[in-house]
DNA sequence: CGTTCAGTTGACTAAGGTCAATTCCCGTGG
DNA sequence: CCACGGGAATTGACCTTAGTCAACTGAACG
């Protein structure tokens, strides 16, 4: 793998944990680098996950089947990462999917290499635990929007602040992301531009 | 304190982390006990949170005030812990309050002895690490529940899996956990009676 | 061109929100 | 022991929004 494969996941770490150049080079060695295309499946529900991946580029969306419907619970792009992390962690079956929905380059550490990690290089086990705190108060927040927001609060949130993932994921998508059907999004979508065009 | 009070969390702790009895005394010196009142706070909104408490008896309601209403999200009873973990762990001013909501004794941490046991004993890194793992868990299925299940699919699983929490709290505070308002929760309470009654 | 799928729209139903009135429950003070 | 007060829960009436199913439109692609 290039230095350059690795420049963004390690500016990335480097975020939450300062490494010197000799624990940089153990982790380099167990880092993949894989191409996705459009389509293509990171895991499947069933499967037990054993990747964390590190998105160089692309776009990845997380969904689980529900009543043979498709249900969307998460997008990630570049310079995030994406796993489903109950199946990584408890070694169980995931129940979800996560799809590749824009070709994408990825970084990836497995299972093993990471518990790997864990014991020989101490600055891995606080990066872990710093992680695993960071990523809690990502989906703390996402539950208290979903418990106390109405959809179009949600909806309006994602104008203010995503912009990004609306421009980028289909309106579907976006609707079961807001706990919602599609029509519903649409008539949600209609009310919201009446409502402006009645202040102008 | 004694050996006593900490009987409940050195086991908590032990499902997490084997510590020899020279690390475990680390701690337990830092460990503090306290009683507290029905209606009594553990944090107020706007304070930094300083504290993670392990509750030895007792309950506790995570709440926050949208429009003036005050909208529960999260309970804790005897032999879990609880905390405003993003406030602890940003040390940013909570967004919510902490409630006691049946008497209660804890067994407290702060911040800087927390800080303090991350850097002197390895295997609190590693505690840390599995702890905000676990509680990710936790939250993210919580994020799953309220994005995918009707409040009456969430009610019956509360039916199902935690009639604890529906026998201990009250039923206004109940539905605002379901996202719903108390005139809703009694509408769909009697739905649901109609319903096994017709079954019958 | 025609097929396909996303998005919109219409008509109708069901569920939750809101506000107000009423009933129930429980603790407190007379 | 009873009466009263106050909060919790229920019920009613009405409104708004989401769900459902079906039809239609439009753009993308072969």
Redesign the interface.
């Known amino acids: 793998m290039l230095a350059s494969d690795s420049a963004q996941i390690r500016l990335f770490i480097s975020q939450f944990i300062k490494m010197d150049e000799a624990e940089w080079m153990v982790n380099e060695r167990l880092l993949t680098k894989r191409i996705l295309k459009k389509g293509d499946y990171l895991i499947r529900a069933g499967e037990v996950c054993n990747l964390v991946s590190f998105i160089n580029k692309g776009g990845f969306r997380a969904f689980?089947e529900?009543n043979g419907e498709d249900?969307s619970?998460y997008f990630a792009f570049e310079n995030e990462y994406i796993t489903d992390?109950?199946s990584f962690?408890?070694r169980q079956p995931s129940v979800g999917s996560i799809q590749v929905i824009e070709d994408a380059e990825v970084i990836e550490l497995n299972y093993n290499d990471m518990q790997y990690c864990?014991e020989r290089i101490?600055a891995w086990?606080?990066f872990?635990?710093l992680i695993?705190?960071y990523?809690?108060?990502g989906?703390?927040?996402?539950?208290?929007d979903?418990?106390?927001k109405t959809p179009e609060q949600l909806y309006l949130a994602l104008l203010k602040d995503k912009r990004k993932l609306l421009d980028r994921v289909p309106q579907h998508q976006i609707a079961s992301?807001l706990?919602i059907q599609p029509e519903s999004l649409s008539r949600l979508r209609k009310r919201l531009a009446q409502v402006r065009a009645e202040n102008t």
């Open positions: 689980m529900i249900r619970n992390y109950k962690l408890t864990y101490s086990q606080k872990g635990r695993a705190e990523v809690f108060i989906v703390s927040q996402r539950a208290a979903l418990l106390f992301y706990g």
